[in-house]
């Protein structure tokens, strides 16, 4: 009877320790997944942001680099929706000086951006390099000259919208 008795509870015992040892590895798998599925939203917010900032970057880089006299009202509003900051301040400043100089020498600019790369980027800020070749005729140069530019733009997140607040000619 103490034999039959110390079985059954060995098989009992044997038991609540499997059980024991499955649920502590359900936990264990339980707590993997969500930190891994954590991992991976994070992983996809960060892709799906830096679409964004070379998106604008890219977007106001062309803006800057295409400019018509004959519709450089919009043209130079284009490159200041896409502002903000000293930029902004600075290229508004300066938008009637422009506006006389691009239509007496009758000059358009058409941009092409050639490519752009993420210096660094934070969920508020980013610096990003752009290569940007455009072709430029003016009654100096009616048949075009082309002119390659390397850009560092700085871009901040405003409104939910990714807008340059600094432009810099760089090597």
Known sequence: MTRVLLTHVARLLSRRGTVAVLAVLTAVLTAGSGWLGARLYERHEEDRRHQDILAAA???????????YRHYDRDS???LNGATGDFKKQFAAQTTQLTKIVADNKSVSEGQILDAGIARADERTARVLVVADSKVTNVAAP??????YRLQLD??????QWLTS??????
């Open 58 to 68: 890219r977007q106001s880089a062309l803006n800057f680099t295409s400019l018509d």
């Open 77 to 79: 509003k284009n490159v």
């Open 143 to 148: 048949q075009g000259t082309s002119r390659n």
């Open 155 to 160: 871009l901040v997140l405003e409104d939910g």
């Open 166 to 171: 600094d432009v810099e000619f760089v090597g």
